[in-house]
C-alpha cells in the first residue's frame, strides 16, 4: 500500500511510469534515514572486524603490556594510535578487545528475547482469548522489574556471571518483542490475505510462518535485534561499570571507563573519555540503524 | 469542561488496583523464587570465618524463624512483607523496612526529579517539530542530540558534572543529601540534572511526542477548531500532550530506575540503587528482596496514574 502511494507520487512528479524497486535510493527513502543506517551499518561492520581481529588476538599492541614510561599518553604518540592508558597500556588495542565482553553475550541475549518473544507474541496475537490474558500477564510482571534491580537480585543469588546476567536480560527483553508481534499480527489478522489463507485451506503453521512472521514480520524482527544489541552493549558496559561484569585486567568498556575515573578528575580526561566515546558511537549506531531502518521498511517517514 | 464521570473512575481505579495487587503478587514470588534457587546458603554469611556445620546453619535458622519448606517460607515471608516487615538485613542487623522508606524517598526525589529535567527537554522540541513539522533544518539537529544523549553513557556524563562543579563553580556535589549547610539542595540538583539528560530516555520521549502530537493535529476536530478560529492549543492539549507524556513517562519509570542505580554510585547518594548495589556485593537477601519489591511497586503506581489520567481524559475508552 505504502509503495504503491509512493510509486503514484513519482510518476506524478517525474511524469514517467517507474517501478517502485528500480527507484533510486534517495527517491524511494529520506535522506536521513539513509544517513542513519548507513551509520550504524558502518559501526556494526566495525565491530564485527573488531571481535574477530580480537578473537584472533590480532591487535596492533599487547592490551596488557604495562610501560610505565609511556603513562596517559596523548593519542598518537609512539605508535600508539589511541594512546595508553594510566599504566601505558595501549587504549585501541584494549577498546578492540573489550568487544569480546559483550558481543556473544548481546547475541545471546538477543536470540533468548526474539525465541520467545515471537512465541509469546504468535500465541497472544494469533490465538488470544486465554493464552492472551496469561502472556498479557506475563509481560506486564516482566516489565514490574527494573532490569538493572532484578540484575542484581539475580547477581546477589547466583554470582556476577555474564552469562546469567545475559539471560535475565534476553527474558526482560521478551514484552518489547512480544508486544510488537503480537501488535503486528492483530493488525493483519484484519487483512483479507490471511483470510485467504485460510480459505484456501492452508495449513496454520504455513500462514504463522510464511506469510506472517517471515513475510510481514521480518522487518520488525530485525529492528528489534539492532535495538536489543545497544540495550545489551548500555547494560555490561553499566555492570562492568558497577564491578559486577568483566573484572580488571580483562579490559571491558564499562571497566576502563571507571578505571580511569580517578585521572578523570585530575584532568587526565583520555583514559575514561576513550571508551567512554566508543561506547556513544557504537550505542548510537545501533540506536540509529534501528530506528532508519523502522522508518524505512515500516513505512513512516522521519522528519 | 465537563466533569469527570467519578464513577467511571472509581471503577477503573479499583480495576486498575486489582491488577496491581495482583502483579506484585507475581514479582514478589519471582523475587521469591531466585533468591530460593540461589546456590549456597544465605545464612552461611553470618557464620564468616567458620566452618558453616550443619548444627550451626540448623541453629541460626531456628533462631530467625526459618521454615523448612519452599512454600512455608514463601507464605512467612509474603505473610511478614504484608505486614510491613521486611525482615533485617544480614550484614548490618538493621530492619530492613525502616532503611527502605529513607532511601526509597531519596531515589524518588531522584528520578522525579530528572523526569521534570527529561520533559523539560524534550516536550518543547517535540512541539516545535511537530507544530513546524517542516523546519527540518532546526529540528533534525536537535533530534540529533537526543539521540547523541540517549547513547551517552551516564557515568561519563557523571564524571564531567563533578568536574565542572568542582573545578567551574568551586563545589563538590558528592555530599548530596548529606550536606548541612544550607543551600545543600543545590548539590542535590547535579545528580537530578545528570540523571535527567543522560537516563538514555530523552531521545525516546521526544519520537514518542512528536508522532502522537503531529497525529493528533492531523485530526478532523482539530482542522474543525481552526476553522472555527477556537484556541488548537487548547484543543489539542489533552490528546496531544497529557495523554502521551503520561504514558511515555509510566512505560520509562523502570529504565529511569536502572539509570539511578549507576547515578547514585556516582554522587554516592543515599537510595536504593546503592543501597541494591551493596547488597548485590554483601549477597543481603532481605534488602535485595526489599529495593525490588519497592521499585516494582513504583512501577505499578506509575501504570496506575497513567491509567487513572487516561480514564480523565477519555472516559468512554475505559468501559471498553
Given at each position: 500500500?505504502?509503495?504503491?502511494?509512493?510509486?503514484?507520487?513519482?510518476?506524478?512528479t517525474?511524469?514517467?511510469v517507474?517501478?517502485?524497486?528500480?527507484?533510486?535510493?534517495?527517491?524511494?527513502?529520506?535522506?536521513?534515514?539513509?544517513?542513519?543506517?548507513?551509520y550504524g551499518?558502518?559501526?556494526?561492520?566495525?565491530?564485527?572486524?573488531?571481535?574477530?581481529?580480537?578473537?584472533?588476538?590480532?591487535?596492533?599492541?599487547?592490551?596488557?603490556?604495562?610501560?610505565?614510561?609511556?603513562?596517559?599518553?596523548p593519542?598518537?604518540?609512539?605508535?600508539?594510535?589511541?594512546?595508553?592508558?594510566?599504566?601505558?597500556?595501549?587504549?585501541?588495542?584494549?577498546?578492540?578487545?573489550?568487544?569480546?565482553?559483550?558481543?556473544?553475550?548481546?547475541?545471546?541475549?538477543?536470540?533468548?528475547?526474539?525465541?520467545?518473544?515471537?512465541?509469546?507474541?504468535?500465541?497472544?496475537?494469533?490465538?488470544?482469548?486465554?493464552?492472551e490474558?496469561?502472556?498479557?500477564?506475563?509481560?506486564?510482571?516482566?516489565?514490574?522489574?527494573?532490569?538493572?534491580?532484578?540484575?542484581?537480585?539475580?547477581?546477589?543469588?547466583?554470582?556476577?556471571?555474564?552469562?546469567?546476567?545475559?539471560?535475565?536480560?534476553?527474558?526482560?527483553?521478551?514484552?518489547?518483542?512480544?508486544?510488537?508481534?503480537a501488535?503486528?499480527?492483530?493488525?493483519?489478522?484484519?487483512?483479507?490475505?490471511?483470510?485467504?489463507?485460510?480459505?484456501?485451506g492452508?495449513?496454520?503453521?504455513?500462514?504463522?510462518?510464511?506469510?506472517?512472521?517471515?513475510?510481514?514480520?521480518?522487518?520488525?524482527?530485525?529492528?528489534?535485534?539492532?535495538?536489543?544489541?545497544?540495550?545489551?552493549?548500555?547494560l555490561?558496559t553499566?555492570?562492568?561499570?558497577?564491578?559486577f561484569?568483566?573484572?580488571?585486567p580483562?579490559p571491558s568498556w564499562?571497566?576502563?571507563?571507571?578505571?580511569?575515573?580517578?585521572?578523570?578528575?585530575?584532568?587526565?580526561?583520555?583514559?575514561?573519555?576513550a571508551?567512554?566515546?566508543?561506547?556513544?558511537?557504537?550505542?548510537?549506531?545501533?540506536?540509529?540503524l534501528?530506528?532508519?531502518?523502522?522508518n524505512m521498511?515500516e513505512?513512516?517517514r522521519?522528519? | 469542561?465537563?466533569?469527570?464521570?467519578l464513577?467511571?473512575l472509581?471503577?477503573?481505579?479499583?480495576?486498575?488496583?486489582?491488577?496491581?495487587?495482583?502483579l506484585?503478587?507475581?514479582?514478589?514470588?519471582?523475587?521469591f523464587?531466585?533468591l530460593?534457587?540461589?546456590?549456597?546458603?544465605?545464612?552461611s554469611?553470618?557464620?564468616?570465618?567458620?566452618?558453616?556445620?550443619?548444627?550451626?546453619?540448623?541453629?541460626?535458622?531456628?533462631?530467625?524463624?526459618?521454615?523448612?519448606s519452599?512454600?512455608?517460607?514463601?507464605?512467612?515471608?509474603?505473610?511478614?512483607?504484608?505486614?510491613?516487615?521486611?525482615?533485617?538485613?544480614?550484614?548490618?542487623?538493621?530492619?530492613?523496612?525502616?532503611?527502605?522508606?529513607?532511601?526509597?524517598?531519596?531515589?524518588?526525589?531522584?528520578?522525579?526529579?530528572?523526569?521534570?529535567?527529561?520533559l523539560?527537554?524534550a516536550?518543547?522540541?517535540?512541539?516545535?517539530?511537530?507544530?513546524?513539522?517542516?523546519?527540518?533544518?532546526?529540528s533534525w539537529?536537535?533530534?540529533?542530540?537526543?539521540?547523541?544523549?540517549?547513547?551517552?553513557?551516564?557515568?561519563?556524563?557523571?564524571?564531567?558534572?563533578?568536574?565542572?562543579?568542582?573545578?567551574?563553580?568551586?563545589?563538590?556535589?558528592?555530599s548530596s543529601?548529606?550536606?548541612?549547610?544550607?543551600?545543600?539542595w543545590?548539590?542535590?540538583l547535579v545528580?537530578?540534572?545528570?540523571?535527567?539528560?543522560?537516563?538514555?530516555?530523552?531521545?525516546?520521549?521526544?519520537?514518542?511526542?512528536?508522532?502522537?502530537?503531529?497525529?493528533?493535529?492531523a485530526?478532523?476536530?482539530?482542522r474543525?477548531?481552526?476553522a472555527?478560529?477556537a484556541?488548537?492549543?487548547?484543543?489539542?492539549?489533552?490528546?496531544g500532550?497529557?495523554?502521551?507524556?503520561?504514558?511515555?513517562?509510566?512505560?520509562?519509570?523502570?529504565?529511569?530506575?536502572?539509570?539511578?542505580?549507576?547515578?547514585?554510585?556516582?554522587?554516592?547518594?543515599p537510595?536504593?540503587?546503592?543501597?541494591a548495589?551493596?547488597?548485590?556485593?554483601?549477597?543481603?537477601?532481605?534488602?535485595?528482596?526489599?529495593?525490588a519489591?519497592v521499585?516494582?511497586?513504583?512501577?505499578?503506581?506509575?501504570s496506575?496514574?497513567q491509567?487513572?489520567?487516561y480514564?480523565?481524559?477519555?472516559p468512554q475508552?475505559?468501559?471498553?
Open positions: 500500500m505504502r509503495r504503491s502511494t509512493r510509486v503514484k507520487k513519482y510518476i506524478q517525474s511524469g514517467e517507474s517501478d517502485f524497486s528500480k527507484l533510486p535510493l534517495h527517491k524511494k527513502f529520506s535522506i536521513p534515514d539513509l544517513l542513519y543506517v548507513g551499518l558502518l559501526i556494526v561492520f566495525l565491530v564485527l572486524v573488531s571481535y574477530v581481529l580480537g578473537a584472533f588476538n590480532l591487535l596492533p599492541n599487547d592490551p596488557q603490556q604495562i610501560n610505565m614510561d609511556m603513562l596517559m599518553a593519542p598518537g604518540t609512539g605508535g600508539h594510535l589511541l594512546g595508553t592508558d594510566f599504566m601505558g597500556r595501549d587504549i585501541q588495542s584494549r577498546l578492540i578487545l573489550g568487544i569480546q565482553a559483550y558481543f556473544l553475550p548481546g547475541l545471546l541475549a538477543i536470540f533468548i528475547s526474539l525465541s520467545i518473544g515471537i512465541v509469546l507474541g504468535v500465541l497472544a496475537g494469533y490465538r488470544g482469548g486465554y493464552a490474558t496469561v502472556i498479557t500477564y506475563f509481560t506486564n510482571l516482566v516489565d514490574s522489574f527494573p532490569r538493572l534491580v532484578l540484575i542484581l537480585l539475580v547477581i546477589a543469588a547466583f554470582k556476577p556471571d555474564i552469562y546469567y546476567i545475559m539471560m535475565v536480560m534476553g527474558i526482560t527483553g521478551v514484552p518489547a518483542v512480544a508486544n510488537a508481534i501488535g503486528k499480527i492483530r493488525v493483519l489478522a484484519q487483512k483479507n490475505f490471511i483470510e485467504a489463507a485460510i480459505a484456501l492452508l495449513r496454520t503453521r504455513v500462514i504463522i510462518l510464511k506469510h506472517i512472521l517471515w513475510y510481514n514480520c521480518r522487518a520488525l524482527l530485525i529492528i528489534q535485534a539492532t535495538l536489543g544489541m545497544g540495550e545489551a552493549i548500555l555490561e553499566s555492570l562492568s561499570y558497577l564491578g561484569g568483566v573484572q580488571e580483562t564499562g571497566n576502563m571507563v571507571q578505571s580511569g575515573a580517578n585521572y578523570f578528575m585530575q584532568g587526565n580526561f583520555w583514559p575514561s573519555t571508551p567512554a566515546l566508543a561506547i556513544l558511537f557504537t550505542i548510537l549506531g545501533f540506536n540509529l534501528g530506528d532508519g531502518l523502522n521498511l513505512g513512516k522521519s522528519r | 469542561m465537563k466533569s469527570i464521570p464513577r467511571i472509581a471503577i477503573t481505579l479499583l480495576k486498575e488496583l486489582g491488577l496491581a495487587s495482583l506484585l503478587l507475581g514479582v514478589s514470588f519471582v523475587v523464587v531466585i530460593y534457587a540461589a546456590p549456597g546458603d544465605p545464612f554469611v553470618l557464620l564468616e570465618g567458620q566452618l558453616p556445620s550443619e548444627q550451626a546453619l540448623a541453629g541460626i535458622r531456628a533462631a530467625m524463624g526459618a521454615q523448612q519452599w512454600y512455608g517460607q514463601y507464605f512467612s515471608w509474603l505473610h511478614n512483607v504484608l505486614g510491613g516487615n521486611f525482615g533485617t538485613s544480614l550484614h548490618s542487623g538493621l530492619p530492613v523496612a525502616g532503611e527502605l522508606v529513607k532511601v526509597s524517598l531519596n531515589t524518588l526525589y531522584l528520578t522525579l526529579g530528572s523526569m521534570l529535567v527529561t523539560c527537554i516536550v518543547p522540541i517535540a512541539l516545535y517539530s511537530s507544530m513546524r513539522g517542516h523546519a527540518v533544518a532546526i539537529p536537535l533530534t540529533m542530540l537526543g539521540y547523541v544523549f540517549s547513547a551517552l553513557p551516564v557515568f561519563w556524563l557523571g564524571y564531567i558534572a563533578i568536574y565542572v562543579s568542582v573545578h567551574g563553580f568551586d563545589f563538590f556535589p558528592l543529601s548529606g550536606a548541612s549547610d544550607g543551600n545543600g543545590l548539590y542535590t545528580p537530578v540534572l545528570v540523571l535527567g539528560l543522560g537516563s538514555g530516555t530523552i531521545s525516546e520521549v521526544i519520537r514518542y511526542l512528536r508522532e502522537e502530537m503531529s497525529r493528533v493535529m485530526e478532523d476536530y482539530i474543525t477548531e481552526r472555527k478560529g484556541s488548537v492549543w487548547r484543543h489539542a492539549f489533552k490528546e500532550l497529557l495523554l502521551p507524556v503520561s504514558e511515555i513517562i509510566a512505560a520509562k519509570i523502570p529504565f529511569i530506575l536502572g539509570g539511578a542505580v549507576i547515578v547514585e554510585q556516582i554522587f554516592n547518594w537510595g536504593m540503587g546503592r543501597m548495589w551493596q547488597a548485590a556485593q554483601d549477597r543481603d537477601f532481605p534488602v535485595i528482596m526489599g529495593i519489591l521499585a516494582a511497586i513504583f512501577v505499578r503506581v506509575g496506575l496514574i491509567r487513572i489520567v480514564t480523565a481524559v477519555n475508552g475505559a468501559r471498553d
